[in-house]
T-cell receptor, first 114, second 116 residues
Framework: AQSVAQPEDQVNVAEGNPLTVKCTYS??????LFWYVQYPNRGLQFLLK??????LVKGSYGFEAEFNKSQTSFHLKKPSALVSDSALYFC????????????FGSGTRLQVQP | GAVVSQHPSRVICKSGTSVKIECRSL??????MFWYRQFPKQSLMLMAT?????????EQGVEKDKFLINHASLTLSTLTVTSAHPEDSSFYIC????????????FGPGTRLTVT
């Protein structure tokens, strides 16, 4: 079984400050890890993924995430938050075998204050 | 590229009726499509996985007779909610992949279903 935990329901940060949205995972095998963002009443937009290789992954809109195998974490980060980054963020994991379906975390609402 | 559309975006239906939601991959062929359900302020829950030309694989607890999934072509999958009840009201999101081994999964904009 695979699972994803996003321990924070909401993260508040001031515009211009760095942000971190936490994600830990549990899989039996090599994980493929993803971050998606969702705006109100919209589908999910892909931000970035880790498949293999460099542990630091850079994605869309200045976001990046670091894969940490020993801590089974894949935290999302951005050096300087924008008000427009305010949205719901989902971490997801899948295996490279089997059904390869994504399992999502519970989501973290990011609120960036001006 | 890699656009997935859903139709309708919003639908209101009366209890006991059936409603069909379409999911289309507009600029690529999707051998695999997924249907998710999202309750307010909650995560996406996978309902079923469908492969073109074969029966859908439903997740545990999802009634296959209630949520009929058809994936008749490489660009179209449909979800029919049969005999809808108010508790079926939700946000339904589909996603599509080029193949089972593909890394990328593209999501539709979602369909808001309200059953009165």
């Amino acid at each position: 079984a695979q699972s994803v935990a996003q321990p924070e329901d909401q993260v508040n940060v001031a515009e211009g400050n760095p942000l971190t949205v936490k994600c830990t995972y549990s899989v039996s095998g090599n994980p493929y890890l993803f971050w998606y963002v969702q705006y109100p009443n919209r589908g999910l937009q892909f931000l970035l993924k880790y498949i293999t290789g460099d542990n630091l992954v850079k994605g869309s809109y200045g976001f990046e995430a670091e894969f940490n195998k020993s801590q089974t974490s894949f935290h999302l980060k951005k050096p300087s938050a924008l008000v427009s980054d305010s949205a719901l963020y989902f971490c997801a994991v899948r295996l490279d075998t089997g059904r390869r379906a994504l399992t999502f975390g519970s989501g973290t609402r990011l609120q960036v204050q001006p | 590229g890699a656009v997935v559309s859903q139709h309708p975006s919003r639908v209101i239906c009366k209890s006991g009726t059936s409603v069909k939601i379409e999911c289309r991959s507009l600029d690529f062929q999707a051998t695999t499509m997924f249907w998710y359900r999202q309750f307010p302020k909650q995560s996406l829950m996978l309902m079923a996985t469908s492969n073109e030309g074969s029966k859908a694989t439903y997740e545990q607890g999802v009634e296959k007779d209630k949520f009929l999934i058809n994936h008749a072509s490489l660009t179209l999958s449909t979800l029919t909610v049969t005999s809808a009840h108010p508790e079926d009201s939700s946000f339904y999101i589909c996603s599509a992949r080029v193949s089972a081994a593909s890394y990328e999964q593209y999501f539709g904009p979602g369909t808001r279903l309200t059953v009165t």
